[in-house]
Nanobody, 128 residues
Framework: VQLVESGGGLAQAGGSLRLSCAAS???????????IGWFRQAPGKAREGVSF????????DYAVFVQGRFTISKDDVRKTVYLQMDNLKPEDTAIYYC???????????????????WGQGTQVTVSS
């Protein structure tokens, strides 16, 4: 499975950005049996989970610090997962990574080691 992120950049506090994660290469398991989502990593900090979605049924999960501000969605035709980020804060500045794991149910608070496939990351910078 290959994951390619796009959509990062610079935004002002209170602004918005939309990240995209295009998935491909579903050779052994069908696209509809994955959990795909986003981690982020700020300088000097551990990688942390942000939001995840089940490609099977669209159920989603959010970290507490983005609830009400970020929205995850998917386009099954394009096999792409989106992260709409609104009301951005300077503390949202990080490299955002798309990640995927085979399995239709989201495991809340699963760490990075749970996910098998990763994108290269996209930088998000929020200025105050």
């Amino acid at each position: 499975v290959q994951l390619v992120e796009s959509g990062g950049g610079l935004a002002q506090a209170g602004g918005s950005l939309r990240l995209s994660c295009a998935a491909s290469g579903f050779t052994f398991h069908d696209y509809n049996d994955y959990v795909i989502g986003w981690f982020r990593q700020a300088p000097g900090k551990a990688r942390e989970g942000v939001s995840f979605i089940s490609t099977k049924d669209g159920t989603s999960d959010y970290a507490v610090f983005v609830q009400g501000r970020f929205t995850i969605s998917k386009d099954d035709v394009r096999k792409t997962v989106y992260l709409q980020m609104d009301n951005l804060k300077p503390e949202d500045t990080a490299i955002y990574y798309c990640a995927a794991v085979w399995g239709s149910e989201i495991v809340p608070n699963a760490g990075p080691s749970y996910y098998d496939h990763w994108g290269q990351g996209t930088q998000v910078t929020v200025s105050s």
